[in-house]
């Protein structure tokens, strides 16, 4: 079976600074993998490298079989994106960013309406969808930053520390969307410094710590939470 | 190119909201006018020095006044990361520079349909439907080029501290081969010329329009990505 996602010797230098070092990754499709790390080890590089929102100084990143320096376009397609940003316009409202983005991406028409009011439902947000998103709080930005995520479909969900500024209320939200039958197929990978919820959510954990991979298995390899923090507590530093 | 389009809706749809950027052009537009008018105020019964000093003005006002606005171009698109949110959009860059391009165009003729009624007020001006459209042309061709330039050096100091003092600094220069053309053929039609007189003007316009249109569009997608 292809791979949704395919790194070999992945490498990417600032300057003179090695932030990656020759990476290996294959993630299957369906597989929710979660990327811990130190601050600096290069997580959010890693995302933004399979993004296409940056080029690699070496090494290839293949996305569904597209290559994310040839092909990017269609890369970019299969990828939604949810960062700590919420990617919102401060002056449109909910249903005009939605809206908005939904054309980038190609939907169009009645189909457009229809997923923009079922993901304003989803989130909670139906009641506010004429309201400008500069008057929303950080934690409906959120709710809204995940419809936005989510409006295409895609098979690659990219998540740079979701949980960042979500409410409890948002980050249950986003755990029901993540765990619905529409994205229970899509592949997903999650950046985060949030262990115990990263650790719940996810079957394979990756450890990155200056630039490599320091530690890749599956979550069933540990009995609980409390085991993987003793054993792999110490390569997070 | 419909994505451009939808970019640019997107921009003048935020813009006519809050008018931020409209306001602050009108409004300085208008004060280089009248302050220039009011400096020549002896000279403006002079038909000769007015025609030899008004189309400068006339361009002084909107070089000034679309530099203000373009200064603001990707501010929007900084604010919670939406610039990298239209770059992880499935789109040619260039169809983003695109976009831009569009709804910077739309708001600086908006400011010049504007002023262009007083400035012909305040200098004494009486123009014929065909001398109108004639410097309407030329007011196209000197906006585009320099909307054209200004865009991409607008997205180039993105990144830095004094976007709003580099920008100028980096834009006149590169404005000097669309604004003398500019300033000599809105002079001539103002001057009464025909357009037969203006071709070598306009040729020159349309050269650089085109041009710098071609270069930034290939050049964009290396200025946004890191």
């Known amino acids: ?237 | 190119m419909i994505r451009s389009f939808y970019i640019a809706a997107k921009d003048l749809k935020a813009e006519f909201r809050t008018k931020q950027m409209l306001n602050s052009m009108f409004i300085f537009s208008l004060l280089v006018l009248v302050v220039f008018s009011i400096s020549f105020g002896d000279f403006l019964g002079d038909t000769e020095k007015v025609e030899k000093l008004a189309p400068g003005v006339l361009w002084i006002a909107f070089t000034f006044a679309g530099m203000l606005g373009l200064s603001r171009t990707f501010v929007m698109e900084t604010e919670n990361g939406c610039l990298e949110a239209l770059m992880l959009c499935p789109v040619d860059r260039g169809a983003i520079y695109t976009g831009k391009i569009l709804s910077n165009l739309a708001i600086v003729f908006l400011m010049e349909a504007v002023t262009l009624p007083f400035f012909i007020i305040l200098f004494n001006y009486s123009l014929g439907i065909g001398t109108l459209l004639l410097l309407l042309l030329i007011l196209f061709l000197g906006t585009f080029g320099f909307i054209a330039v200004g865009t991409l050096l607008s997205a180039l100091t993105l990144g830095t501290r004094t976007r709003e003092l580099l920008l100028p600094v980096l834009l006149l220069p590169l404005l000097l081969p669309v604004l003398i053309p500019a300033v000599e053929a809105t002079a001539g039609i103002l001057a009464g010329n025909s357009i037969g007189n203006l071709i070598p003007e306009i040729r020159l316009l349309a050269v650089y329009d085109l041009v710098f249109f071609v270069i930034s569009h290939l050049v964009f997608e290396h200025v946004v990505s890191d």
């Open chain 1, 1 to 237: 079976m292809e791979n949704a996602v395919s790194i070999r010797e992945l490498s990417k230098v600032f300057g003179k600074t090695p932030v990656l070092k020759a990476l290996d990754l294959d993630l299957k499709k369906g597989e929710f993998a979660v990327v811990f790390g130190p601050n600096g080890a290069g997580k959010t590089t890693l995302l933004k490298l399979i993004s296409t929102l940056i080029e690699p100084t070496g090494g290839s990143v293949f996305v569904s079989g597209f290559n994310i320096t040839e092909e990017p376009e269609k890369v970019r397609k299969e990828i939604g994106m949810l960062s700590h940003d919420s990617y919102l316009y401060g002056d449109l409202t909910a249903k005009e960013n939605l809206h908005f983005f939904g054309k980038m991406y190609g939907i169009n028409g009645q189909e457009l309406e229809k997923r923009i009011l079922q993901l304003l439902n989803e989130v909670g947000l139906a009641t506010k969808a004429d309201e400008r998103v500069s008057t929303f709080s950080r934690g409906m930005k959120q709710r809204l930053s995940i419809a936005r995520a989510l409006l295409h479909r895609p098979s690659l969900l990219l998540l740079d520390e979701p949980y960042t500024g979500l409410d409890p209320g948002a980050s249950l939200v986003f755990e029901n969307l993540l765990k619905s039958p529409e994205f229970q197929g899509s592949t997903k990978l999650m950046v985060s410094h949030d262990l115990e919820r990263g650790f719940a959510l996810c079957d394979r954990v990756l450890i990155l710590n200056k630039g490599k991979f320091v530690y890749d298995g599956f979550k069933v390899n540990f009995s609980g939470f409390q085991e993987f923090r003793e054993k792999c507590g110490s390569m997070l530093t």
